[in-house]
């Protein structure tokens, strides 16, 4: 960018001023879409609630289209439909074009009423209910399950837990071993005291969005705005990233106690790797995960370090392991141009080898 006969105190001045005024203007984003498959809600437990997709007019594959349903469990901390953004960045609408029959669950909002739901009721009662419903919709014994980041945490629990429901899994940008040395996450919230999370009450959305942008600050604020004012953006791209800055600061409130619970024993005590993790009065063994497993993540990741993801490997019981790391960063996993090409095509492919 540059101002013909102005100082550059001067233009550092207005870049900042444009810089801010852009930014506050990107988080109300009002007006924006997100979301583009339609969908249709089956079943729900409290605030969450159950997607069923659509098909797709025309969807390619019969084969894909005789597979088991793949329902989609993402994490609690942001909103689901950053996987159906819009047609060109859409991990579902792959899926669909490829005769998936494609469930999502969607966590909502919780409210003070639901402040004491706790991990437990999330992966039994809630993440538990949906594949017992699509099982009896379907009349089947088992189905796919694809786990996004704190989500595929909860479906690697899940899994390991009631591994006669579950087919094959998918596990994409979730960490397993919460204490490697370049977590940087882990070291930030391992002195937090959860008892004052759990009598505080629920958090605010905006509380965690301030803590993930603070990870890389520069890079995740200030950076990437100068990119988008310094470059000559056409309208179709100002709207794309709009579209992905709604996304980032529409964070959902987090009940107090699931939240305590997840920060004390996973990133505090690592208990998933140690195998100390107990659910509804059962521990949870990764080795009891014996079906076929994929897990995708990415290379450049300040969330979930690749480390943080590739141990699952050394952990699990399944002889049919596949893996796959993508030179991209946490949200590139699911917008990126790389991502885009190949993460659906391996997920399809793989269900479709084990059909």
Not at 5 to 17: I, K, P
Not at 47 to 56: S, V
Not at 68 to 74: A, G, N, T
Not at 307 to 319: E, Q
Request: net charge neutral; with cysteine; glycine share 6%.
């Amino acid at each position: 960018m540059s101002f013909p006969g102005a100082d550059h105190g001067a233009v550092f001045a207005q870049l900042t001023l444009r810089v801010t005024q852009t930014l506050s203007r990107l988080q109300q984003a009002r007006g924006v879409t997100v979301g583009c498959s339609a969908k249709r809600a089956v079943w729900g437990c409290g605030k969450t609630t159950l997607h069923h997709y659509l098909p797709l007019p025309g969807a390619a594959s019969a084969r894909c289209g005789a597979l088991r349903p793949v329902l989609i469990c993402f994490a609690l901390v942001n909103r689901p439909y950053i996987l159906d953004l819009q047609p060109d960045r859409s991990l579902v609408r792959r899926l669909l074009e490829a005769g998936l029959s494609v469930y999502l669950i969607d966590w909502d909002d919780p409210d003070e009423s639901d402040r004491r739901i706790d991990l437990e009721d999330y992966i039994e009662s809630h993440l538990g209910g949906a594949v017992r419903h699509i099982l009896a919709s379907h009349d089947l014994d088992a189905l796919n399950l694809l786990g996004v980041c704190q989500g595929g945490v909860l479906s690697l629990v899940y899994t390991a837990l009631h591994r006669e429901r579950i087919a094959n899994l998918v596990t994409l940008t979730t960490p397993v071993d919460f204490h490697t040395p370049d977590n940087l996450l882990s070291k930030w919230v391992r002195r937090i005291d959860t008892r004052l999370i759990e009598a505080s009450g629920n958090i605010p959305g905006e509380v965690l969005n301030a803590l993930f942008l603070a990870l890389m600050p520069f890079r995740l604020t200030q950076q990437k705005y100068v990119r988008l004012l310094s470059g000559s953006a056409e309208p179709q791209a100002i709207e794309d990233f709009v579209r992905m800055e709604k996304w980032i600061f529409d964070s959902p409130p987090q009940a107090a106690v699931a939240l305590a619970q997840f920060v004390r024993w996973f990133y505090q005590e690592n208990r998933l790797i140690r195998g100390t993790l107990e659910i509804a009065g059962r521990r949870v063994n990764l080795g009891d995960i014996r079906q076929p497993l994929l897990n995708l993540y990415a290379l450049e990741d300040h969330i979930v370090p690749a480390a943080a993801s590739a141990v699952l490997k050394d952990c699990v019981g399944s002889r049919d392991y596949s893996a796959c790391a993508i030179a991209t960063g946490h949200i590139g996993m699911y917008v990126s141009r790389a991502a885009r090409r190949e993460i659906p095509a391996r997920i399809i492919s793989w269900l479709s080898e084990r059909g």
